[in-house]
């Protein structure tokens, strides 16, 4: 290497070393546990983290809209409209077919699982856009010339270079670097992505002379050769000895600016420099689903004491039982056992946990035999997985097809088509009025922006107290931080509107919404929350919306923390079936 080259391997060592001594391990770790994926201890280099909760194909329809809209430097988009072949535009009989078209010559289809898997581990998902190119050998005429005469001509191969088109690479969030105080990725001065090849992919693209590979001497000059145990795991066992060192796993850091694009192998040997023909870092980071209150960005990464980020902590642990239709998650505290059984799950405050389902997520589920609020939010999960599982339910996008997906009418129309919803849709419906409830529960703290709410939302003994009041036929739910605190206005119509909502699928299937409540209360860190939950009607026809809800007993007066507060009557967790 150079002088030049040298100082430029010098700048991306430091940048590095920068970037991963302020890399937050600590949250990776934790969300590693959080999904039940293991992390071992002595880990130092790359680490794919093993999930078990199911890839759902219907987002699909929350990401590509996304990466549609996507522009580069010269306005074309990242997933192109316009055909780039004759066939393309025929088959576009409209434009959701001919997005679709495009996504499956992406492989898009097969991203969509690791782009899900990424978000629900780390919050974010870095995505790696470009022209995917190969290497391709041509025949072109060449004139035969001697002496400067032409005698003839004769076809000569060479290599050359074809675009494939747009194409998106997810990339593990381990092995995503960027420099520490920026939110965004155009406002970075550079971004580092690692990966691995081996000097023999870089001798096949360095065949394209625009590729910029070089120094692959001085890289192989630093390698000691492979043993025995890697000729078996790289499965090589029948090359010679002095072509082991052209197979052996390398580390590629691929640093990157608006302007300049390098590839640095083994930390030590700068192995390709070419200009950004993008004029633009071609990376993005995208959040698991478009949510205006949910932490995916590159900025809510650092490390600060920001309110709203326990706040989106916590909401987005809720709705990844809706996300990703694994098993309802729950807080426990270290040392505790989860109660799993016929009447549903018991939870204690604590740390965040996902809890074990049943082996068998097509048995038969019985909504009326089971109307505990934990059980209830369980059967809405499983009975969402079951819908997705079956081939009644096919998502769609765009008045087209998801690719790998039969181009039918979804499950739900069809029902909807025939006049009758099954039990299992109406839970499917009911998953989503409660995942809003949740959801708005836990946007209180936007709206207060208050140290107490945090400390309360992160499990103190302080207590929150919640009323709900049936007035007009109308719910709403009043939140007192303390009794001289002002009502809030936009929340008190956000919950109106909320309970407004779930009343009626509450009645289909014998929902407990007051037994709801207090679990969900508990759910946040708030120990014996029926002492903070009371209900009362000023008409019977208003309690009487609710249907298969009880009317409440009278309620009572206890002291707490100085303040008197009312109260329902003592309600243990249930301990069968009702």
Same mark, same amino acid.
């Given at each position: ?10 700048? $991306? ?8 001594? /302020? ?15 293991? %992390? ?19 987002? $699909? ?41 495009? %996504? ?188 205006? *209150?949910? *932490? ?96 009644? *339910?096919?998502?769609? %996008? ?15 129309? /069809? ?14 419906? %009911? ?40 007035? /007009? ?31 009626? *699928?509450?009645?289909? $299937? ?38 298969? $809800? ?20 003592? /309600? ?7």
């Amino acid at each position: 290497m150079n002088n030049k080259e040298k100082d430029l391997l010098s700048k $991306i060592q430091k940048n590095f070393e920068d970037c991963k001594n /302020r890399l937050n391990i600590g949250r990776i770790e934790d969300n590693y546990k959080n999904y039940r994926a293991e %992390l071992p201890s002595d880990v130092t280099g790359e680490v794919d983290a093993e999930l078990f909760s199911p890839e759902p194909f219907h987002m $699909i329809e929350a990401q590509v809209p996304w990466l549609c809209l996507d522009y580069v430097e010269n306005n074309k988009p990242l997933v192109s409209l316009g055909g780039q072949e004759i066939t393309d535009v025929d088959n576009a009989e409209k434009v959701g077919v001919l997005i679709n078209h495009q %996504l499956e010559r992406m492989d898009f289809g097969y991203k969509v699982p690791d782009i899900i898997r990424a978000g629900g581990i780390f919050d974010y998902v870095p995505i790696k856009w470009y022209w995917k190119v190969e290497n391709k050998e041509q025949w072109h005429k060449e004139d035969i010339k001697f002496f400067g005469l032409t005698f003839g001509t004769r076809m000569v191969k060479s290599w050359g270079v074809a675009f494939k088109g747009p194409w998106v690479e997810v990339v593990h969030p381990i092995n995503f670097f960027y420099p520490y105080g920026y939110k965004t990725i155009e406002e970075m001065p550079f971004v580092i992505h690692r990966f691995y090849s081996c000097i023999d992919e870089l001798k096949a693209m360095a065949k394209d002379k625009e590729a910029g590979i070089k120094n692959l001497d001085d890289l192989r000059d630093g390698l000691a050769p492979i043993n025995a145990e890697q000729k078996k795991m790289d499965n090589v066992d029948e090359i010679k000895d002095d072509e082991n060192l052209d197979y052996k796993r390398i580390e590629i850091l691929e640093w990157q600016t608006d302007g300049k694009i390098v590839w640095v192998a083994n930390q030590n040997t700068v192995v390709k420099e070419i200009d950004n023909v993008y004029s633009k870092k071609t990376f993005e980071v995208y959040s698991p689903i478009p949510d205006p *209150f949910n *932490f995916g960005g590159l900025g809510e990464l650092t490390p600060h004491d920001s309110i709203f980020k326990e706040i989106n902590r916590i909401k987005n642990l809720f709705l990844d039982a809706a996300r990703f239709e694994i098993n309802p998650p729950g807080f426990l505290k270290d040392g505790s056992s989860i109660d799993f059984g016929e009447d549903g799950v018991k939870i204690k405050p604590g740390r965040f946990y996902v809890i074990e389902g049943v082996d068998n997520i097509n048995e038969d589920i019985s909504w009326m035999q089971r109307p505990t609020p934990n059980a209830a939010f369980y059967q809405i999960v499983q009975g969402l997985r079951q819908e997705l599982l079956s081939d009644t *339910f096919t998502p769609y %996008l765009s008045g087209g097809v998801s690719p790998g997906m039969s181009k039918t009418t979804t499950g739900i129309a /069809r029902m909807q088509q025939a006049g009758s919803m099954p039990l299992q849709l109406k839970g499917h419906y %009911l998953k989503r009025v409660v995942k809003n409830l949740i959801q708005n529960m836990l946007l209180m703290n936007a709206i207060f922006q208050s140290q107490d709410i945090y400390a309360r939302i992160s499990g103190t003994q302080e207590p929150l107290f919640i009323e709900l009041d049936a007035v /007009r036929n109308e719910y709403d739910i009043t939140i007192n931080i303390d009794p001289a605190q002002a009502e809030k206005t936009a929340l008190r119509q956000s919950y109106m509107q909320t309970l407004q909502t779930i009343a009626p *699928f509450a009645q289909a $299937i014998g929902f407990d919404l007051r037994g709801f409540l207090i679990d969900l209360i508990e759910l946040l860190g708030i120990q014996h929350p029926e002492k903070y939950i009371s209900m009362q009607a000023t008409t019977q026809d208003a309690m009487g919306m609710l249907g298969g $809800i009880a009317t409440p007993p009278t309620p009572k007066t206890f002291s707490g923390g100085g303040e008197q507060v009312r109260r329902g009557s003592e /309600r243990p967790f249930p301990t069968e079936a009702t």
